[in-house]
DNA sequence: TTGTCAGGCAAGTCAGCGCTTGCCTATGGT
DNA sequence: ACCATAGGCAAGCGCTGACTTGCCTGACAA
């Protein structure tokens, strides 16, 4: 469970990905490969984009919905919530601990 | 720099050794060792936890002083504030995406 | 000085992960 | 029927990462 969420934010390309469906949730795979390839200049085969959405979908991050042929995938950041949880982060205010 | 963050969350030892230092902070290396061998049952070597320790302290997570020949260990959250900034996470009070 | 304790460095091993390649399924258009 | 499109499955390869082992440094005590 928590295995799989850290795994999945631990590759560069996934959180790639997931800047992507932040800015447009509901992108098919074609799309996200055209966006990574345009934007990150990101040459990539289709299935190592497949892949890495399978490992995001595995933790939760993301949520697919398919419609015909096509497979739509959403973003769903809810799982993030446990790691402020597990390891709480102190308030912004009162952070004198890292200002070097 | 997030390289390095997600890299020292992405092991599960790494985890439970923040979980440690969460519960009390400012351990030495030792000690480190004696909680994880009793609480989790963690057989493993010194020198594995030290290396662990270096990538924590890589990404931030911890923070080290030396006091003659020990050297304890701090928490520091702070870094953990740019998972959930990076990719908002939404307010569980309007939370109805994943009640599944 | 000698011994012990806390910690560090470096090389080597082994498993897991990211990625490719090749082939297969299924939906939709003409 | 045919073909193109969107996606999936599975085997194989190379590289990174976790861990061990062995030896070394530095701080304190006798």
């Not at 289709?46 to 398919?66: D, N």
């Not at 308030?91 to 070097?100: C, I, L, N, V």
Request: glycine fraction near 4%.
């Amino acid at each position: 469970m928590a295995d799989d969420l850290f795994k999945a934010l631990a590759d560069h390309t996934r959180r790639l990905i997931l800047d992507e469906l932040t800015d447009t949730s509901g992108q098919t795979l074609f799309e996200i490969c055209a966006r990574l390839s345009m934007k990150h200049r990101l040459s990539m085969s289709r299935q190592a984009v497949s892949q890495h959405l399978a490992v995001l979908e595995a933790a939760g991050l993301v949520e697919t919905r398919r419609e015909g042929r096509y497979k739509f995938h959403d973003l769903n950041t809810a799982p993030l919530r446990e790691i402020t949880r597990r390891w709480p982060v102190s308030d912004p205010s009162e952070a004198q601990e890292s200002t070097s």
